[in-house]
């Protein structure tokens, strides 16, 4: 209850704190005040502790180059607002899935796709959050999100996303 | 005679020459498969006599997967039926040749079929010269049941083929695939079986998780794949007889994926990912116990073993992009063999030894290619929008894969050639099908 009270003040001053609340990127509130009065329902995109939350607004994947595992600029900006809505949220654990375009072979995808993963982890590691909050899972080009066979498609396949579960460890 | 798969139809397959009939000498009739040969040897295979009213169906069924078979191969041509002059109406009366040379048959094959009172299946088949007028081998008889009768068909169609071709015969095989159905962001995959020619398909697991890359034991009595069914891709062991599936190996990994046996069938090479980074392990399957092979920080995955089991062949990116590699089944750097343009992945070693099939990427399109296994004499088979993940015949003369289509309504198929780059087939699956795994010759 009362993280809910704080999210509604938030909401009434949206201006003045919406970078506070809003994570890294800022854009964090930027929903809130559209819903015009009340308050926010908990769990939904406007409340910032919930999943939804975390997957639309701080942004739950990174994407990556052609057969590379490094991370971008842009990417690296996500995972810092991931860092601090885990350090945030400490009763959150995470699932990094890996995947990869369908341009490869199934194995060598596979590991491509574990290399992925493990560049998230390793950067949110790096970022404070405990190893023992984070798993990696390699999908290799077995679960495209968008199935043209372009590059538009590809560059949106080739990524990782971080799936949260409620409950300690993993 | 050991005992097949039960869950493949029982069959007590006994093979016997028929009456003493003298070896021939290797007449004319002959075909060289890398001899590059476009014009397929004619041969005439009159419908199998019946030799009793309840081999009547059986005796033109087996007659058509012969001839199926043969002329699948690309290296032969059936002359029609209506063609034929002469009519046999009795497997032992003697063969009047000028009658088949005058429709320039230059094979002929006749047998006949029996359905005995206790079910059993009798089979036996004559291969003749033409032009030389005389037995290619002996007369043999096949010996089964009834519901085998497929697999006496392929008997007698391997018999045909290895005595034209010189060839290891490899139709009565097996392959294990992977079946696909759905959307493609949300394909369902589960592990089925079925005959060389598509018949008889068997699914063996469910599509509740993915499975991936099936691979036969040497004596075809096992299947070794990566099953997302813990929720983590993991090699998973399978007995075909009883379905009964274990996780091995991999166990402190993230991930275990890419296994396949080695040639005496006592261990699994496979490669496991720990932090990100995807080596080659051993399994001893008996003793459960593991053993890593490479250490390198790049991946390394798709191993192989050589037929003698001396040496595994692999591929890597250490360079920076996919090669292929081979090594020993210790472990170690191995020694660089593809040096071509563009990237090799999934090697897999010829049933002879002579070869090293795997795919390549170049230039926007994927190949499945043949090479000799120090790298030499490489040759694309094909060439597609995404061909992958070949499988040798059992006799090391074709190779099946699997070609996807792009786009959002892309699906796999399994196709085969030769490695000759002839005869490109697509294999008859009842869905979208892929990482064939073509299985030993059934004995």
């Known amino acids: ?67 590379q595992s490094s991370l971008t600029p842009d990417g690296r900006a996500v995972l810092n607002g991931q ?5 945030d949220n400490p009763e959150y654990t995470a699932l990094i899935e890996g995947h990869a375009d369908e341009q490869g072979t199934r194995e060598y995808n596979l590991a491509l796709g574990g290399r992925r993963a493990n560049a998230v982890r390793d950067y949110l590691v790096s970022q404070g959050i405990g190893a023992d909050r984070l798993r990696t899972i390699s999908y290799g080009k077995e679960r495209p999100i968008q199935v043209c066979s372009t ?13 949260l579960a409620a409950g300690a460890g993993v | 005679m050991r005992r097949l798969f039960p869950l493949l139809a029982a069959l007590a397959l006994a093979m016997t020459p028929l009456t003493a009939m003298a070896q021939s000498a290797p007449g004319p009739l002959k075909i ?12 005439a295979l009159p419908a199998f006599v019946p030799r009793n009213e309840a081999a009547s169906d059986l005796s033109e069924d087996i007659t058509r997967v012969i001839a199926s078979d043969l002329v699948n191969t690309g290296l032969f041509r059936e002359i029609p039926r209506d063609a034929h002059i002469s009519r046999v109406s009795n497997f032992d009366s003697s063969v009047q040749f000028s009658d088949w040379k005058a429709i320039n048959a230059q094979a002929l094959i006749t047998g006949s079929v029996l359905v005995e009172g206790d079910g059993r299946l009798v089979v036996q088949f004559r291969l003749f010269d033409v032009f030389s007028e005389v037995p290619l081998g002996d007369g043999l008889q096949f010996v089964g049941t009834a519901d085998g009768w497929r697999r006496m068909a392929h008997k007698v169609a ?31 995959k589960r592990l089925a079986i079925m005959d060389y020619d598509g018949a008889n398909v068997q699914y063996i697991t469910s599509s509740d998780s993915i499975v991936l890359a099936p691979r036969f034991s040497p004596d075809g009595r096992r299947i070794i794949y990566t099953s997302y069914e813990s929720g983590f891709p993991r090699v998973t062991l399978m007995d075909v007889a009883s379905l009964q599936r274990q996780t091995v190996g991999g166990v402190d990994a993230n991930m275990s994926f ?50 003698d089991g001396s040496q595994i062949v692999f591929e890597s990116d250490r360079s920076g992009s ?15 063999i593809s040096f071509g343009a563009g990237r090799y992945g999934t090697p897999v070693w010829s049933p002879q030894g002579d070869y090293i099939a795997f795919t390549k990427q170049n230039a926007g399109r994927f190949h499945i290619g043949v090479m000799r296994t120090d790298g030499s004499e490489e040759r694309l088979l094909t060439g597609a929008f995404l061909d992958e993940g070949p499988t040798w015949a059992p006799n090391g003369r074709v190779v099946m894969f699997t070609r996807e289509t792009p786009g959002a309504a892309g699906a796999p198929a399994l196709y085969s050639v030769d490695i000759t780059g002839r005869n490109l087939q697509r294999a008859a699956t009842p869905a979208a099908a892929s990482d064939p795994n073509w299985g030993p010759l059934l004995d």
Request: net charge negative; hydrophobic share 40%; glycine share 12%.
């Open chain 2, 158 to 188: 391997d018999a045909v083929y290895s005595r034209i071709t010189g060839e290891a015969p490899y139709f009565d095989s097996r392959v294990v695939f992977v079946s696909e159905s759905g959307p493609k962001d949300a394909r369902l």
């Open chain 2, 322 to 336: 996919q090669q292929l590699y081979i090594m020993t089944p210790g472990g170690g750097e191995g020694s660089r």
């Open chain 1, 151 to 163: 590059e538009a498609c590809y560059s949106q396949n080739r990524r990782a996303v971080t799936v």
């Open chain 2, 32 to 43: 060289e498969i890398t001899d590059g040969r476009i014009e397929p040897l004619p041969f």
């Open chain 1, 1 to 67: 209850m009362r993280t809910t009270a704080l999210l509604l003040i938030a909401a009434l001053s949206l201006s003045a704190c919406g970078d506070r609340l809003g994570g890294a990127d800022g854009s964090g509130a930027g929903g809130v005040g559209a819903g015009g009065a009340g308050a926010i329902v908990p769990g939904s995109v406007n409340d910032p502790t919930s999943v939804a939350y975390f997957q639309q607004t701080v942004g739950d994947r990174v994407l990556f180059a052609v057969d």
């Open chain 2, 258 to 307: 890419a296994p396949r046996f080695s040639p005496d069938g006592n261990r699994v090479v496979y490669s496991a990912e720990v932090a990100g980074n995807t080596d080659l392990y051993m399994l001893d399957i008996t003793s459960g116990a593991t053993a890593r092979l490479t250490t390198a920080p790049s991946i390394e995955t798709a191993p192989s073993f050589s037929p």
């Open chain 1, 83 to 87: 860092a601090q809505w885990l350090r």
